[in-house]
């Protein structure tokens, strides 16, 4: 599939931000599955300063430094990306969970930092006795580490309520474990939490999501949102993508833009503000298949 996609962020200030310096992760990477077609980044006000890079974990990323006093600034992102559908896995064939310890570690074959890093817990994702309980009713000993996940996927899909109003960006996971509500931002942590409190290999993957209007309603533009998922490391098959919030295996209308070890490593926008006082945020998406 071919989609363009539309990004805008719009920043309103109480006081002028007299210099400004921020991290954008909005450039979508290119990923097994995807290509990107087409990126465009339009900041207002102009920065003085413009360095495009790549992270510590692989992410396209625009450092900006602006020195214009203002009170709002406009982040605009334009992209046309194409996903092909994944192969189809057989989830039984891959690796024991509990035997991952044992395949990282085998003589001769070196240490894989880029997996093993996303074993360990981050700040949003560190986990607790009740949420390793909870992750150990699907990895039973010996289970392919794929299945198990699945059926983690699934369950954290049944057992949790969509709700905008439950969270915020500041909600510690265990809250939303215990008050079963929240959003993908939060249901990706606790699959992450439950995978790390069994060192299983996971990482937070943000990108956007392919939204459908309900039957006989028009697409409303700017309607879509920005999407949070998870992929699980085994050594058959590499990283796969599944999607806690919606109980399912990612296919093609999942659109990969970052991924990190939580949130905090792919925020569509961080850095530090010299004024500004108090502000708010308005955030428009829209995601539109072409084919």
């Known amino acids: 599939m071919i989609f363009d996609v539309s990004h805008k962020t719009h920043y309103h200030y109480t006081w002028p931000v007299v210099q400004s310096q921020h991290m954008i992760h909005m450039s979508p990477r290119k990923v097994g599955r995807q290509t990107v077609r087409h990126h465009s980044l339009i900041v207002e006000p102009a920065p003085v300063m413009r360095y495009d890079r790549v992270d510590a974990f692989g992410n396209p990323v625009v450092i900006l430094d602006i020195e214009v006093t203002h009170k709002e600034l406009v982040l605009l992102a334009r992209s046309t990306i194409e996903t092909a559908t994944p192969v189809r896995l057989d989830l039984a064939a891959s690796l024991p969970w509990d035997r991952i310890d044992e ?29 390793a309980g909870y992750a150990e009713q699907s990895f039973k000993p010996g289970r392919p580490v794929l299945e198990a996940t699945e059926e983690l ?70 309607a879509d949102a920005s999407h949070a998922w998870i992929s699980v490391w085994s050594p058959e098959t590499g990283w796969v993508d599944f999607d806690p919030t919606n109980g399912l295996v990612v296919a093609d209308e999942h659109i990969t833009i970052a991924h990190g070890r939580d949130y905090d490593d792919v925020s569509p926008i961080s850095g ?8 708010t945020v308005d955030v428009g998406v829209d995601v539109v298949p072409v084919n």
Not at 184 to 203: E, G, K, N, S, Y
Not at 273 to 278: A, D, I, M, V
């Open 103 to 131: 395949r990282l570690g085998m003589p001769g074959q070196g240490l894989d930092l880029d997996v093993i890093q996303y074993r360990c817990a981050s700040r949003l994702t560190t986990p607790s006795l009740e949420i």
């Open 153 to 222: 996927n699934q369950r954290i899909y049944d057992d949790f309520t969509f709700d905008a109003t439950a969270t915020d960006l500041s909600t510690p996971v265990l809250q939303v474990f215990k008050q079963r509500r929240g959003v993908c931002q939060d249901f990706a942590h606790l699959a992450i939490a439950c995978l790390r409190a069994l060192r299983v290999p996971v990482r937070y993957v943000s990108g956007y999501i392919l939204t459908r209007p309900p039957p006989g309603q028009p697409r409303m533009q700017g």
């Open 272 to 279: 530090v503000l010299l004024g500004g006082g108090e502000h």
